[in-house]
């Protein structure tokens, strides 16, 4: 009998000795049909046989090594003889594989039916092997509900961070991910099916970009309305690290601090400004806008007028001084406590001005 | 009446008002009291209730809450913390984001940036995103409002470069083929022929014609006096031998090259009516960010993948 049978190179990978797994060949024989095979596995440090069977089969090209057969950590050689009626082949050139337990392999930070509230998600994976072998490499592919595969990510080498962004994922769908692995012997591994439904808010129609189609050019033109801008407060000209209370407000009682937003905006003629605070001082302006020429004054103020029955009432007016001054005054509010949230809208359209005040009768704690 | 320079009527019960400019305003300034909140919008309300608007819309120039910070914009970043804006795109319903433009930040006004896109189809939508980087890191993608949709669409054939666009609309027509590599075999003893693929070659090929006028958009004309010079200058550009888009009304797009010398002229029916042709060549995958960056339409290689 000719032909002597070659062991498939995917029997180098890794086993689980506590599963059955098979051992493969290829095997070109002039006889029209192999009748069984042996299967010799030898302990690769002591020589010894560890598991030998003769096996009868006539189809198949391979050895089923049955679980708890062989030890995991230990590293094992194989050969495979082809018998052939009365004759057997001689043996298959041994190859060497490793045995060890099946690793745990699994997202850390998805459950099933998990929620997702954003179009992105990073997704972290938990890999662990009592033998101590190392994850290879690994990937993650994302499948829609009827689990076809949508996407599929490069595969990562860096095993010490594992975990990789899934991005660009629809509103009010459900997904599949699942992550595959291979350990540095080479057994594949896999995690389960893991379903995610995505539901996130909708952007608004304000975007940071606008987008316009040019009919005529074939083009579409990207135009950004991102606005940035950040305020400085300054202490006698020189710039400070802000004081806020509760986290949410900016306290600039010292009078020798101010607030300012300077550059990167620029308003041309109408608009609308609307301010809330508290504390403010008694004929003192809050706010000042100016044009580096001209300036329009907020000043918050007291007093008992006709208009308010005699009764001290609190206002804001404004004053709007080029070559000539414009003075306007708002509507009377009750005076507010220290602590007691007060405001103001200061709109301008084709220079005429009008002010109102508010107050919100809230009060701010730990002031 | 003006008295020591006050409007004396100046109060809000006064019959008429003097008017003042204190025009382009660009400094705001707080001081002496506590601050919770400021709004700023080029919109004008003439009525309040107390209500301080809280999304943002196109006429927000200023809306700062003071919450453990000082941003008044609609980002909470400054050029400071941002090396560049990076404009990404797809189709939608597709998946993956690919960059088409980054825009490096210096300064804040590098924020007021605009840039056109010549690489759509036409009757196809596109999503687009603005995304911040810091010395490469990419942030957030799916900050507050950071994506658009748009339908692109247009009509006639589009010939695009990097920043260059030939435009035909008139006379227009275009016929494909697709070629690949097949070469039949009728061997001595056989009925049949053998048909034998070898080598990859599959691309499509282009015939092309239409009437390159300059179209006038404030006018909505032709501007047909001027057609020869424009017809030379699309001519100089079909024969630069550099890669181009093909684009088509009807969806079709792609990479080509102009091949076949020459490119002709027929008698047009008017006599600045005269048809351009030619014949184009696909030599790439105009969806491929890696063709499109190898072919020098985009300059940006953030997501060109050479692995094999």
């Known amino acids: 009998m000719n032909g002597v049978p070659v062991l498939y190179s995917s029997t180098r990978n890794s086993k689980d000795a506590n599963l059955d797994f098979k051992i493969t060949y290829t095997w070109n024989g002039n006889n029209p049909q192999q009748t069984g095979n042996i299967i010799t596995i030898y302990n690769n440090e002591t020589n010894e046989v560890a598991y030998t069977a003769t096996q009868s089969n006539y189809y198949k090209l391979e050895c089923i090594v049955p679980a708890n057969t062989l030890i995991n950590g230990v590293l094992y050689k194989v050969t495979v003889n082809v018998i052939c009626g009365d004759e057997i082949s001689a043996p298959s050139e041994a190859l060497l594989f490793y045995c060890y337990t099946t690793p745990t392999f699994g997202f850390s930070n998805l459950t099933q039916d998990q929620l997702i509230q954003n179009d992105s998600y990073k997704v972290e994976l938990a890999y662990s092997q009592p033998e101590g072998e190392e994850l290879e490499d690994y990937y993650i592919s994302l499948y829609s509900s009827d689990k076809s595969v949508i996407f599929t990510s490069s595969v990562r080498y860096n095993t010490d961070d594992l975990s990789l962004s899934v991005s660009g994922l629809e509103n009010n769908t459900q997904y599949y991910l699942k992550a595959f692995g291979q350990t540095i012997t080479g057994m594949q591994i896999e995690t389960d099916f893991v379903l995610v439904s995505v539901r996130y808010l909708q952007p608004t129609i304000y975007s940071l970009i606008e987008l316009s189609n040019n009919y005529h050019g074939g083009y579409t033109t990207i135009k950004s309305n991102i606005i940035s801008l950040r305020a400085y407060v300054y202490q006698n000209d020189v710039e400070i690290e802000p004081t806020f209370i509760n986290g949410e407000l900016v306290d600039l009682r010292d009078p020798t601090q101010t607030l300012k937003f300077e550059d990167s905006f620029n308003i041309a003629k109408d608009f609308t400004l609307e301010l809330k605070g508290c504390s403010f001082v008694q004929n003192s302006a809050p706010l000042i806008l100016s044009n580096g020429k001209y300036n329009i004054y907020v000043y918050y103020r007291k007093g008992a007028f006709a208009g308010s029955e005699g009764k001290e009432k609190a206002y804001f007016e404004m004053k709007v001084v080029d070559e000539l001054t414009y003075v306007g005054i708002s509507n009377y509010i009750d005076i507010p406590a220290d602590n007691e949230l007060i405001g103001f809208m200061l709109s301008r359209r084709n220079n005429h001005y009008e002010i109102i005040a508010h107050n919100y009768k809230e009060v701010v704690e730990n002031l | ?308």
């Open chain 2, 1 to 308: 009446m003006i008295i020591l320079g006050k409007a004396a009527c100046g109060d809000t019960n006064s019959m008429m008002t003097t008017t003042t400019a204190v025009e382009n305003i660009n400094l705001i300034q707080l001081s002496k009291g506590v601050f919770d909140e400021i709004f700023l919008s080029t919109k004008v309300y003439t009525t309040w209730d107390g209500s301080i608007p809280e999304e943002w819309d196109f006429d927000t120039k200023i809306h700062a809450l003071f919450q453990e910070s000082l941003f008044g914009g609609n980002v909470d970043f400054t050029a400071e913390s941002v090396s560049s804006i990076l404009i990404k795109k797809r189709r939608v319903g597709e998946l993956q984001w690919k960059t088409f433009f980054e825009i490096p930040i210096n300064s804040n006004d590098d924020f007021n940036f605009m840039r056109n896109d010549f690489y759509n189809r036409s009757g196809e939508e596109y999503q687009y995103s603005v995304i911040p980087t810091l010395n490469g890191i990419e942030g957030d993608y799916s900050s507050n409002h950071n994506t658009s949709t748009i339908l692109s669409k247009f009509d006639g054939i589009v010939l695009v470069e990097k920043d260059v666009a030939y435009h035909a609309i008139l006379n227009v027509s275009i016929s494909e083929k697709r070629n690949f590599a097949v070469s039949v075999l009728e061997p001595k003893g056989r009925k049949k022929a053998i048909a034998v693929y070898n080598g990859d070659t599959n691309y499509r090929e282009y015939d092309v014609e239409g009437t390159f006028v300059k179209f006038d958009e404030e006018h909505c004309n032709f501007d047909f006096t001027n057609s020869r010079a424009f017809r030379e200058e699309v001519d100089d550009f079909l024969t630069n031998r550099k890669p181009k888009i093909l684009k088509y009304a009807d969806g079709r797009m792609a990479m080509v090259c102009i091949v076949d010398s020459p490119i002709s002229h027929s008698n047009g029916d008017h006599i600045y009516s005269i048809p351009t042709s030619f014949t184009a060549a696909e030599i790439g995958d105009c969806e491929s960010i890696n063709d499109l960056y190898d072919n020098n339409f985009i300059d940006i290689d953030r997501d060109v993948d050479r692995s094999i």
